[in-house]
């Protein structure tokens, strides 16, 4: 009876070590074939001298992410709202981009990662690679003199605009990001969450020399440094405790030329297009991706004419699917997805840059934005 229960007990052990010795080799085939689709995709990313137009100036820099707005997301905002054209799309360059971080399909923290320092990480990772910090687009800024804003329709500690600022092994030590952006000494800092999320941080943001702000109306250019947290940030019809996005880059365009002689860096981010994506809320969606497209006009109307400004997206969000519905005929269905996709997105930008390929990678808007900021480009 022993010999039996032994043998039985034996051949179950020998049917765990080669079940774990199956799952050891697939992972070690997955990520060996993750890491060679990788390496030849990478191996097609050319770089860029930027070159800019004649008599063209660059002082001041602006990036703005619709977080998850695939070329699909724009159509069907503008099928919805019987639009024939986005004011973004009237920019004066346009293209594509190509979002692939090392894991495969981006996240938005690799995503972010890529766009504001130049590599490409596994996903989850904050401005981090091998343990080590990456040099944020913020930084960069901030070492040439420049003033710098980060602003974004979520929590500050949200993976885009920590990608920016801060540096965190993951996207998840909300923790360690919140202080890492404390560090940064960075000049304005606009975000959306509940309130509470940010209630036992209000010593510690006054003490780094910030005005902790909730109310639109609190909002003061007489301010050295600002962390602006609002309950939300409205599509519509804003309101002092939820203002909407165009008012808040109104504000944050003049704050940030006030603080230096160097001009400025600014990067927006507008969260919501991928969050209402990833419920397959098209409704809300197309809201969102409007108040975005609102706020790029606001940028255009306010920045001064030395200021470059490029429009992208981290990655598309959904696997939307628009065939030129219009109206209420735009659904949920059209989602066949509720996560991201390695679909390319669209970049749209100013005239100052005359030699932005039509298909470039994330990495290279780092590239440009980094040439531009230290002024290392072709005159």
């Given at each position: 009876m022993k010999s039996g229960v032994a043998k039985k007990l034996k051949f179950a052990g020998i049917i765990l070590i080669a079940l774990a010795l199956i799952f050891t080799i697939g992972v070690a085939v997955f990520v060996?074939?993750?890491n060679y689709i990788y390496r030849i995709r990478a191996s097609y990313i050319e770089?860029?001298?930027?070159?800019?137009?004649e008599g063209a100036e660059v002082k001041n820099t602006i990036l703005m992410i619709g977080d998850g707005m695939g070329p699909l997301h724009l159509e069907a905002t503008k099928g919805y709202f019987g639009m024939d054209t986005l004011f973004m799309e009237t920019m004066s360059y346009n293209g594509m981009v190509t979002t692939f971080s090392k894991t495969g399909v981006t996240d938005s923290a690799a995503a972010a990662t890529a766009l504001s320092t130049g590599v490409k990480i596994q996903n989850g990772g904050v401005a981090m690679d091998g343990g080590k910090n990456l040099e944020t687009m913020g930084e960069l800024a901030k070492k040439h003199?420049?003033?710098v804003g980060i602003i974004t329709t979520e929590a500050l500690y949200g993976a885009t605009p920590a990608s920016f600022s801060a540096h965190a092994q993951f996207r998840g030590e909300s923790d360690r990001i919140t202080k890492s952006q404390l560090e940064s000494g960075f000049d304005l800092f606009i975000g959306a969450t509940d309130l509470?999320?940010?209630?036992?941080?209000?010593?510690?943001?006054?003490?780094a020399g910030y005005d902790y702000v909730n109310e639109f109306d609190d909002l003061s250019y007489s301010s050295d440094k600002i962390?602006?947290?609002f309950s939300k940030i409205s599509t519509s019809n804003g309101t002092n405790e939820q203002p909407e996005l165009k008012d808040i880059v109104r504000?944050?365009?003049n704050f940030?030329?006030?603080?230096s002689d160097n001009g400025y860096f600014l990067m927006i981010e507008g969260a919501h297009i991928d969050k209402r994506s990833h419920s397959n809320d098209i409704k809300g969606m197309v809201e969102q991706l409007k108040a975005f497209d609102e706020a790029v006009n606001a940028v255009m109307d306010e920045a001064s004419v030395d200021t470059y400004v490029l429009v992208t997206a981290d990655h598309e969000t959904g696997d939307l699917r628009y065939n030129g519905e219009t109206g209420d005929a735009i659904k949920n269905s059209l989602y066949h997805s509720?996560?991201?996709?390695?679909?390319d997105v669209r970049y749209f930008a100013t005239s100052h840059v005359v030699n932005l390929p039509r298909r470039i990678d994330n990495t290279n808007v780092a590239s440009v934005f980094r040439q531009l900021i230290s002024g290392s480009y072709a005159a």
């Open positions: 060996g074939g993750t770089s860029i001298k930027v070159e800019l137009a003199g420049k003033s509470s999320n940010y209630a036992s941080y209000e010593y510690d943001i006054r003490a962390f602006a947290v504000f944050a365009i940030l030329e006030s603080k509720g996560g991201h996709t390695g679909k």
